[in-house]
């Protein structure tokens, strides 16, 4: 019983000791409109709300951060439930339609005020946010640092990133 | 609703210390605000203050990069001049709502 008092207070204490969150690490693996997205708007809304901000792309992520996709990336129209429930899953596959689909999605976000990639990019930059590529996702898809774009601070290994995370009230989100 | 006592002005903010009543702002009461915030203000702070104001008094929701494409300041410069999240940190000096945008 005493055990449970002394527990109960602990978690108590923990509660009213508010350990804020200061620094996220954001790692985007995938490289479809709507996941990018969600990871840029991560990170910059930490900046935002005064906190560090990293984030680290990987695999498909990359196109995010690579000057030639950045601006041109897809949503996903086959394979993908949750889009346009109603619409049968062949016609998602017509020739044309992801990139229509695709393109009145943006046409959505600007009207919200939310940017274009490299422009959240710059944005995060500017913000003091720091943007890393994946080194072997980068080798095997044989992408340079010139290809990608200029926010790109460097090509990191996997334990670089982790050392991105190092410190106090840090999280690390996976896209 | 609370009140916060800013020189000798009583003024009603929410429970964040927001203003909910942006008329009772005065660039003196910001000057004070912004002490307590750590920042000195300068020409350049007042410039966006006024900016977010206007804008607030339009009716046009705010946003981080709005403030960058005003000609004031750009983004980086923002977050230099009100550290500790720019928007969030401006809006209550300025006087204004908690912005609610997530961008």
Redesign the interface.
Known sequence: MEDVKEMTADVKKNIEEKKPLKKVLVICARGTLEDVYAAL?MA??A????KEAKMFFTFFGLDAITKAKADHLHTATVGNPAFMRSLPTMVGGLPGFEALASHMMKQEMDK????PVTEFL??IE???GEIYACKLAADMFHIKKEDLVDEVKDIITVGQMYDLAEGDGVQIIYV | MAQLEVNTFMIDVNDEGYFTDPSQWTSEIAKELADREGISLTDKHYEVLEFLRAKHHEGV?L????V?KSGIV???QF?ALF???????SSKIAGIPKPV???
Not at chain 1, 47 to 50: A, M, N, Q, V, Y
Not at chain 1, 112 to 115: G, H, Q, R
Not at chain 2, 63 to 66: A, C, D, E, Q, T
Not at chain 2, 84 to 89: I, Q
């Open positions: 708007i910059n809304g900046l935002s709300e005064g919200l005020d939310i940017p710059e944005m500017a913000g003091g | 929701p946003s981080i990069r709005k960058g750009d983004i980086k977050y550290p500790g999240g720019p928007l969030k940190v945008s997530c961008v």
